[in-house]
């Protein structure tokens, strides 16, 4: 517990508590008798406090999605990649979608344009 006091006139009026987490050095040196092999961690190492959440599972409490059904492109490498983070090791469907995306667009009169609407099918990747 950490507490914090507001004076008026030199005086605690009112006095705020809350938990936080014990000082780094505290906990370091409890755990050090506890286990003697503990050893100082290196500046590759990662260190946490809490675990990290799963993206991969479907989590309404916390507003995590989950991985199933998530949009992927299979010829990308960066972060929308099919990639095993991405699709959390599970793979990839393939679906086919037909578009329509207007073409043989021609002018007619002034400033006037008419196009037609053409079928256009693609395929979609979706994480499993």
């Known amino acids: ?3 914090k006091c507001h004076l008026l006139f030199g005086r605690c009026m009112l006095k705020i508590c809350w938990q936080q987490l014990a000082d780094f050095h505290q906990v370091g040196n409890l755990l050090k008798p506890v ?4 050893t100082a961690p290196t500046a590759s190492e990662l260190m946490h406090v ?7 599972e479907r989590n309404d409490a916390s507003g995590i999605p989950g991985a199933v059904g998530r949009r992927c492109n299979v ?6 990649a099919c990639s095993v983070i991405t699709c959390c090791d599970r793979g990839y469907d393939i679906s086919q979608v037909t578009l329509e995306t207007q073409c ?3 002018e ?8 037609k609407l053409c079928p256009w099918t693609v395929d979609q990747f979706a994480c499993k």
């Open 104 to 106: 043989g667009c021609k």
């Open 1 to 3: 517990m950490d507490c």
């Open 50 to 56: 809490s675990a990290s959440p799963g993206y991969c």
């Open 75 to 80: 010829t990308s490498e960066g972060k929308e």
């Open 35 to 38: 286990n003697e092999r503990l």
């Open 108 to 115: 007619q009169l002034k400033e006037n344009v008419k196009c």
